[in-house]
């Protein structure tokens, strides 16, 4: 359930993205955005565990990517969807 996963506990701080970024707390902001979005856009009944596998996965995939201050707020929100909508097609039950 969704109300078993407190969002705040991966949400990303700017020391998380000093090393990476030449803006570390706009890209904190950014990733942030995402682990919301896919916070408010699981269904309330999602398994525990798939939502923190998805917000894993999203940390993983943005942390460190270099074109995170370059994608407006759309696009991230339609990877969020992409992502929610294909989860269980993607094979993704490995990652944790």
Same mark, same amino acid.
Not at 24 to 31: C, T
Not at 52 to 81: G, N
């Given at each position: =359930?969704?109300?078993?996963?407190?969002?705040?506990?991966?949400? *990303?701080?700017?020391?998380? =993205?000093?090393?990476?970024?030449?803006?570390?707390?706009?890209? *904190?902001?950014?990733?942030?955005?995402?682990?919301?979005?896919?916070?408010?856009?699981?269904?309330?009944?999602?398994?525990?565990?798939?939502?923190?596998?998805?917000?894993?996965?999203?940390?993983? *995939?943005?942390?460190?990517?270099?074109?995170?201050?370059?994608?407006?707020?759309?696009?991230?929100?339609?990877?969020?969807?992409?992502?929610?909508?294909?989860?269980?097609?993607?094979?993704?039950?490995?990652?944790?």
């Amino acid at each position: =359930m969704k109300s078993n996963v407190d969002i705040h506990v991966v949400l *990303s701080t700017f020391e998380d =993205m000093e090393d990476v970024h030449d803006d570390p707390d706009e890209a *904190s902001e950014r990733l942030n955005f995402i682990l919301h979005g896919i916070y408010d856009a699981a269904e309330e009944d999602i398994e525990t565990q798939r939502l923190e596998q998805i917000l894993h996965y999203a940390w993983e *995939s943005w942390q460190q990517d270099a074109h995170l201050l370059e994608i407006d707020d759309d696009e991230l929100l339609d990877w969020v969807d992409h992502t929610l909508a294909t989860w269980d097609d993607a094979n993704n039950d490995e990652i944790s």
